[in-house]
């Protein structure tokens, strides 16, 4: 196989060849796939599923977006409402838990002593109490040892 990028000499005549098409697919800065020895439609099917996958990429950072300026706005008219409220001279404490793509996002606002303690209990994070459920289960631990040792 010749080297397409040398010239080629025809009757006496140099000639210059027109380059070869890029045997690399650019996936962004400095990062590049060698596609010498695929076919033109395997390198096409290459660029297809990296185009396919920066429409996801730039449809789940729009979505970030989204996100994160729904919570500002949120974050926002708490605020708001916190520093009314505050002014007015009443006591206010706001929670709010939120789960999205960001994650879990706790916060507490207010003017108040449970506010400025700054934890979000259980309930409020939405988590089931299931205390009853433990003392239930503790008295028939009790039961079952009371029983077995009166034998």
């Known amino acids: 196989m010749s080297d397409p990028t040398k010239q080629v000499i025809k009757t006496g005549e140099v000639l210059p060849v027109a380059p070869a098409p ?32 920066m429409i996801a990429l730039n449809q789940k950072a729009q979505e970030l977006q989204m996100d994160v300026a729904a919570m500002n706005a949120g974050l926002n008219t708490m605020a708001s409402t916190v520093k009314e409220v505050s002014e007015a001279g009443d006591a206010v404490t706001i929670t709010n838990v939120q789960k999205n ?43 079952v040892a009371f029983m077995a040792f009166a034998k």
């Open 101 to 143: 793509a960001l994650g879990q996002t706790e916060v507490i606002m207010g003017n108040t002593e449970t506010a400025m303690k700054g934890r979000i209990s259980r309930a409020q994070r939405g988590d089931k109490d299931r205390t009853l459920w433990y003392v239930i289960i503790a008295a028939v631990v009790i039961i």
């Open 22 to 53: 890029s045997n690399k697919i650019q996936l962004g800065a400095p990062n590049q796939i060698d596609t010498t020895g695929l076919t033109e439609q395997q390198v096409q099917q290459l660029r297809l599923k990296y185009a396919e996958g």
